[in-house]
Structures are given as C-alpha cells and as structure tokens.
C-alpha cells in the first residue's frame, strides 16, 4: 500500500537469542516506516534510514525489482548520515563502524543475471571520458559507498504470490512454493552474517545499547538534516559560503599595503581559521573533501585579489615617496646657498623615510630605481658644489668691498674682502683651473667654515638668508640715519675718517 502501515521504526518484542561465536547473544529485529510514504517528507524518510543505519549490525536494504540510481543516491547519503551522527556522538576520530549490508532484491523473475552480479553493476564507476559534472556526481556517490567495503552481499526473492493485494490474508502453504523456499534461505543468511552490535572496538549490552541510541536520537533531532537530493556537497554549500565570509572579514581588516610576508601570514591565520570553522560544522566525512576543496579554491582567489590589491597600493605609496624623494633631491640641487651638509641631511631624511613608509611587494623595484637616480643626484650635486660656491664667494666678496668701503665704511671689512677675491681670482689664474683650487688647504677650510655658517640643525641659512639680510640693512640703514647724530661714532676699530669740515679747518700759521 502507499500508506504505510510501519510508522517510525518497530522493534519485535522478543529478542532471539543466537549462540554467535560460542557466545549467546540477543537479536532485536527492527522494522522501518517505508519509503515516500503519503505525508512524509524526505528528511524523516533519511532520519530513520540514518537511524536504522547506525543502529543495526546487519541493514537488510529492501528493494523491488531492481537497483534503481535513486536507491544507490538513498543507501549513500543514509551512510553518510549515519557517519556523520556517529562522529557526533563519539568524537570526530572515531571512524563510523558500518553495517553488514544485505541487498535484498525482490523481482518476478530469477534468470539471467545473479542479483549480485546487479549490485557489482549497479556500484561500478560510469565511464566519464567528457568530464560531464553529472555523471562525476554520479561516481562520487557510488565512492561514499566504498565504506562498506567487501562488508556486503545480495540476495533474490522471487514475488510471493500473484494476488499481492491479499498477502496479508494468505498463509505460508497458499505462497508460492519457490517464494517460501527462499525465504527460509533467507531466514538461515541472516542468522549466519548476524555479529553483535559493536561501538568503538567493544560489544555493546542491553543497557550500553541503550545509552548509545539516546545520543544518536538526541545528534539527530538537534541537528541540521539535509534532504536525500541536495547530497553532502550541496548541504556544505552554505557552510563553505560561511567560512568564505569569515575568511574575508579577517582579511579586510589588513591595512594595505604590507609586505608579502605579512600578508601570506594574515592568509594563512584567516585562512585556517576559516578551515577550523568548516571542520566544526560541515557534514558528512568521506565527501566533505570535495567542500573543503571548493572552500580552499575560493578563498584563493580571494587572496588573489588581496595580492593584487596590495601590489597596486604599494605601487601606489612607493610611487608618492618615489616622486618625493625626486622633488627634494631637485630643491637640493637648486639652493640659493650651496651645502654639503644641507644635502647630506636631505639625503639621509629621503633615503630613511622610503625605508620606512615603502612597504609590499613593489619596495625592492622602488628601491633600485630610488638607489639609481639619488646616485644621479648625488654626483651632480657634487660636480656643481665647488663651481657654485666659488662663484657664489667671488660675487660675496665684491659685494663685501662695495659694502665695507661704501655702507659701512669699515676698513677691516673691505680688505678682508678684497684678500677673498685676489686669492680666489689670483690662484685660479697662476694654476689654470678652479679645479685646482679645490685641492688646496685653504680652500677646504673655505668650504668648512662656509657649511658652519650656511647649515646647522639650528638655523638653516638658505631658508632665512633673506629676513637676515632686510634686518641688517634696516640696522645699517637706522645707524646711517640716526644713530650717528644721537650718539656719535664710537668705533674701537679703524673707520674711514668724514672728510665733510676738512675746508672749514683754520690754517695755522
């Protein structure tokens, strides 16, 4: 009938008791709610196939006529299940100890092949040279089954009686002769496969048998059953989709650019963090290979697209220090006052800031191209240094002698200027070059007493040169203007005397 009679999972009352093994041993028949029952849906039908799964020592799988797919995707994900639960219960490396399982096939006809020569075919992989994903899921099924291993085997029976509608009134001597046969060759199968339940390597008793079907019924019904169609996979699909999210939100959180160890070791943590998640909640053992597979390929190209997100932005920042660096060493070259020391700092502070800020996978390219044209500038730099600053002392000491003779009129102040420019002027004319200048003892001591004055940590010259210069010359300018008739001049050092009441003088007799 569609409606089933058998609802859940029945036990016969008495268990048989059967010597196995010299031991004297209780057997409890189990009988299971049929399938596709009216008002059934598929996750109670798995429910109860997982639970006799687990339960049982030997499954007796009930079939008509023939191995159809359906039944095989069924009897897999029931393993699956049972598998799974199982791990629950006892821990996650408990392997899943599984039933004896006896494919009981019942057909109108027993010629041609033997029904275990059906189950051989039915189980064999499907030849799959295109690569189609069906027919890999297809095989992938029949792969879960290999569990039970050589722990199988099949049997025949031939239909009852032609009147199947009145089974249920008929008696033994009304079936067919062939059916009841079989049957009793059943009855003696059975007893001689039957093996006492065992769980984790110990045979169970009444009262530990008990114990361990209140856990297996208490994993079921708290846990996430997903249906016979979706398959492991499938169920894993949300779970795998999960642990990607979890992944992306530990990955988010870097701070790019970084360097490529960093952000392979920031991969790796959320990246094992993701796989642990998955581990604690994915389902089913065997199959779940092919999840953490899809789960791994997935975060890698996300981590994919962080590595090429961390290469653009540390382009991006080597670039901006790059181009820095760049426009400094230019401001270097291009001083109103030419310094060594100035440039060195300069050097130094550049060469230090990309150091520090250039991080990720562009900084050792940077680095080469940073080392090449700070060379560049360097000797350049250098090349110019002297020929600046002697023409810059040159002008400074015509400058001087305008400024000692006419502004200030101070005596000792234009000579010094005026011994400056012969030295400079006169050297370079007796030895040909100024190249030949740059050699000398005075010179050296020219250019050490120029960086002290030009450039210290304290005042920079070349940046206050100007606002030094409009101070003096308003000092000078005030000193011309009122300080000579309120005070006199009272210079310690020589002075140009004023020639200005020379004539007015009385001339002595």
Known sequence: MRDTKTKGIWVWGTPLELEIDGVKTSVIYLDTEGFESVGKSNVYDDRIFALATVMSSVLIYNLPETIREADISRLSFA????????????????????????????????????????????????PNEDG????????????????????????SLPQPHLMRTKLCDLKDEDLDSTYVARR?????????????????????????????LEQILDALNKGEIPSTGS?????????????VKLYNERMVRLRLPMSEESLQSSHETAHNEAIKAFDAQHFGRQHAK?????????????????????????SKLCETLYTKCEDDMDHLQALRLPSMAKFNAGFVYCNQTFEQKCVGPSKQNYEQRLTKMM??????????????????LVGFSLVMVVV???????????????????????????????????YNPVWHFIVGTWE??????VLDLDRWAIPIVCIIALCVLYWRCYGKRKHGARWLLPMYNNQKNVRNRERSE
């Open 132 to 155: 189609n994903k069906n027919i890999d899921q297809v095989n992938q099924i029949r792969d879960s089954l290999a569990i039970m291993g050589d722990n199988s085997t099949a049997f």
């Open 231 to 243: 398959l492991v996979e499938v169920f894993n699909k949300d779970i795998v989709e999960r642990c």
């Open 375 to 392: 060379g560049k500038s360097r000797s350049l730099f250098i090349k110019e240094y002297n020929n600046r600053l002697f023409n810059w």
């Open 404 to 438: 000692g003779r006419f502004i200030i009129k101070f005596i000792l102040l234009e000579m010094a200027a005026w011994i400056l420019f012969i030295f400079l002027e006169t050297y370079t004319r007796m030895f040909w070059t100024a190249e030949a200048l740059y």
């Open 290 to 314: 092919k999840s953490v597979d899809q789960l791994d390929e997935q975060m890698q190209e996300v981590y994919k697209n962080y590595v090429l997100a961390n290469e653009y932005q540390s």
């Open 79 to 126: 393993v699956e299940l049972a598998e799974e639960f199982y791990g629950r219960v006892k821990g996650e490396d408990v392997a899943f100890e599984p039933s004896k399982l006896l494919w009981l096939i019942q057909r109108d006809f027993l010629q041609g092949k033997s029904v275990k020569q059906m189950v051989d075919e039915a189980l064999r992989h499907v």
């Open 184 to 212: 009793d060759q059943l009855k003696k199968l059975v007893a001689s496969i039957i093996r006492p339940k065992i769980v984790q390597g110990k045979t169970l008793n009444g009262k530990e048998f008990i114990s361990f």
């Open 452 to 457: 002290n004055v030009v450039y210290s940590p």
